[in-house]
């Protein structure tokens, strides 16, 4: 399942250390493999990027990128080590807060502006404060994130607040009919908003694969369907007032070449977590991380609902395990903010970066590779 050959030197690494998908992973990894691991890093040739940490004060993760008033604002997840065991779950991310990084302009100096919102300060909440995004109508910045309630459940809650950069007050209850990670929130250009979510195996969309909850047991992927349809992102348009779905979510569904949804078993393309939409040349791009191989990968349709079909790779495998990104257009140039393990060397304590992202005259991305040849 796992195609160690893709990965750079550096990144296998990082695999054998901590081996986790972006918001839950793939393997255990026992002390005496961790300690042969370190053992090795001093060989490997050191790794050169395009890029550098957009902050080195904190460990951040999972960059949603958004552009206010003509600045631009970073919704991060904030990495810390709290000596959570690691197992293949992700209960090793075990985030307690957010904070908000703010720029002039990308190449600007990067302000962290604290703590946004708090585990403690949301009241249905049980642990992992995962993936958040962000929006802003009417005067009101909306913080849209996934947490653990207390029956352990992932479900998708919102807090709002004046500020770009908060702090942010929760809303007592999660959104109605909301459950799994990674809620990405488009605005479009007719001023409808649709909330983009979901990530299998330790982000749990397998267990709602029948629309109802099924519990922890089972299969982490997709109940060994490989030869069906593979289980996908859903996404529902918001209310009016922000706060809640106007609709049941629905299938983002991707095709191949041929118009045919993509198999369970197409690890390369097939949908795994970190879902972003955005509108360039009036065609809807839904990007995406296949999760346990490592890619940031795009498709393209024409409404906001899909259907999608599939283009390619946007960036290939990054230092550290995780792949989770945002797109966003600043002053007439496009970005992909993404992160990697540069500072630390390990899956779960993150740094968010960037880089330009290019299109060819047909709309295509131009595929990134974050390590300098």
Same mark, same amino acid.
């Not at 904030?78 to 992700?90: A, Q």
């Given at each position: 399942?796992?195609?160690f050959?893709?990965?750079?030197? =550096?990144?296998l690494?990082?695999?054998?250390?901590l081996s986790?998908?972006?918001?839950?992973?793939a393997?255990?990894?026992?002390?005496?493999?961790?300690?042969?691991?370190?053992?090795k890093?001093?060989?490997?040739?050191?790794?050169?990027?395009i890029?550098?940490p957009?902050?080195?004060?904190?460990?951040?993760?999972?960059?949603?990128?958004?552009?206010?008033?003509?600045?631009?604002?970073?919704?991060?997840?904030h990495?810390?080590?709290?000596?959570t065991?690691?197992?293949?779950n992700?209960d090793h991310?075990n985030?307690?807060?957010?904070?908000?990084?703010?720029?002039?302009?990308?190449?600007?100096?990067?302000?962290?502006?604290?703590?946004?919102?708090?585990?403690? $300060?949301?009241?249905?909440?049980?642990?992992?404060l995962?993936?958040?995004d962000?929006?802003y109508?009417?005067?009101?910045y909306?913080?849209?994130?996934? =947490?653990k $309630?207390?029956?352990?459940?992932?479900?998708?809650?919102?807090?709002?607040s004046?500020s770009?950069?908060?702090p942010?007050?929760?809303?007592?209850?999660?959104?109605?009919?909301s459950?799994s990670?990674?809620?990405? =929130?488009?605005?479009?250009?007719?001023?409808?908003?649709?909330?983009?979510?979901?990530?299998?195996?330790?982000?749990?969309?397998? /267990?709602?694969?029948t629309?109802k909850?099924?519990?922890?047991?089972?299969?982490?992927?997709?109940?060994q369907?490989?030869d069906?349809p593979?289980?996908?992102?859903?996404?529902?348009?918001?209310?009016?007032?922000?706060?809640?779905?106007?609709?049941?979510?629905? $299938?983002? =569904?991707?095709?191949?070449?041929?118009?045919?949804?993509?198999?369970?078993?197409?690890?390369d393309?097939?949908?795994?977590?970190?879902?972003?939409?955005?509108?360039?040349?009036?065609?809807?791009?839904?990007?995406y991380?296949?999760?346990?191989?490592?890619?940031?990968?795009?498709?393209?349709?024409?409404?906001?609902?899909?259907?999608f079909?599939y283009?390619?790779?946007i960036?290939?495998?990054v230092?550290?395990?995780?792949?989770?990104?945002?797109?966003?257009?600043i002053?007439?140039?496009?970005?992909?903010?993404y992160?990697?393990?540069e500072?630390?060397?390990?899956?779960?304590l /993150?740094?968010?970066?960037?880089?330009?992202?290019?299109?060819?005259p $047909?709309?295509?991305?131009?595929?990134?590779?974050?390590?300098?040849?």
């Amino acid at each position: 399942m796992l195609k160690f050959t893709q990965l750079p030197a =550096v990144a296998l690494l990082s695999v054998s250390l901590l081996s986790a998908a972006c918001q839950g992973g793939a393997g255990n990894t026992t002390a005496a493999n961790k300690d042969s691991a370190e053992a090795k890093k001093d060989t490997l040739p050191k790794a050169k990027f395009i890029s550098k940490p957009l902050v080195t004060t904190i460990y951040t993760a999972d960059p949603s990128a958004h552009v206010f008033n003509g600045k631009v604002y970073v919704y991060p997840s904030h990495d810390i080590d709290t000596g959570t065991p690691e197992n293949d779950n992700g209960d090793h991310f075990n985030m307690k807060d957010f904070h908000v990084l703010s720029m002039d302009s990308v190449g600007a100096p990067v302000l962290d502006n604290g703590e946004a919102l708090n585990i403690k $300060d949301i009241p249905w909440a049980g642990r992992q404060l995962w993936a958040p995004d962000a929006a802003y109508e009417k005067g009101t910045y909306y913080l849209y994130f996934p =947490v653990k $309630d207390k029956s352990d459940i992932f479900r998708i809650g919102v807090a709002t607040s004046k500020s770009p950069v908060g702090p942010f007050k929760a809303e007592p209850k999660p959104i109605e009919g909301s459950f799994s990670i990674d809620p990405c =929130v488009f605005k479009d250009t007719d001023g409808s908003y649709y909330m983009y979510f979901g990530g299998i195996w330790g982000g749990q969309l397998q /267990r709602w694969a029948t629309g109802k909850y099924s519990g922890p047991n089972g299969s982490k992927t997709d109940l060994q369907k490989d030869d069906a349809p593979a289980l996908t992102a859903k996404v529902a348009k918001l209310s009016p007032n922000m706060l809640g779905f106007a609709e049941t979510a629905k $299938d983002v =569904v991707i095709l191949d070449e041929n118009g045919k949804p993509l198999l369970g078993k197409d690890h390369d393309r097939r949908f795994f977590e970190g879902s972003w939409m955005y509108k360039y040349n009036n065609k809807y791009y839904f990007t995406y991380s296949t999760g346990d191989t490592h890619l940031l990968c795009y498709a393209t349709g024409t409404s906001p609902y899909g259907p999608f079909t599939y283009k390619g790779v946007i960036l290939k495998p990054v230092q550290g395990w995780t792949t989770h990104h945002s797109i966003v257009e600043i002053k007439g140039k496009w970005y992909l903010f993404y992160h990697d393990t540069e500072l630390s060397g390990k899956t779960h304590l /993150r740094n968010v970066k960037v880089t330009e992202l290019k299109y060819r005259p $047909d709309g295509s991305i131009e595929t990134i590779d974050e390590f300098v040849k």
